[in-house]
């Protein structure tokens, strides 16, 4: 069974940063895609950033010269997501997600709080 845990939230001014990480385990199949997404109160859930197979990656428009993911590729993969000169818009839940083989799975997710 896959396993996410994400853990690096926190509450944080504006202009300051933070780095979300995301530990995996119970991962047998090829990853295709790794990626952190975000669901502020009273929003659907959106795409922050994404690594997919091969090493491309793909950024929110919003977040784009600001925030910067990366993978550990060792069996036990970990993501990251360094987030620099955080804004309050930024504050939401962050979801860490993983698809491999047949499967998408989430993490349980990190609050991710900015103050003015």
């Known amino acids: 069974q896959v396993q996410l845990v994400e853990s690096g939230g926190g509450l944080v001014q504006a202009g300051g940063s933070l780095r979300l990480s995301c530990v995996t385990s119970?991962?047998?199949?090829?990853?295709?895609?790794v990626g952190w997404y975000r669901q502020a109160p009273g929003k659907q859930r959106e795409l922050v950033a994404t690594i997919i197979s091969g090493g491309n990656t793909n950024y929110a428009d919003s977040v784009k010269g600001r925030f910067t993911i990366s993978r550990d590729n060792a069996k036990n993969t970990a993501v990251y997501l360094q987030m620099n000169s955080l804004k309050p818009e930024d504050t939401a839940v962050y979801y860490c997600?993983?698809?491999?083989?047949?499967?998408?799975?989430w993490g349980q997710g990190t609050q991710v709080t900015v103050s003015s």
């Open positions: 119970g991962i047998i199949f090829s990853i295709r895609a």
């Open positions: 997600n993983v698809i491999s083989g047949p499967y998408n799975s």
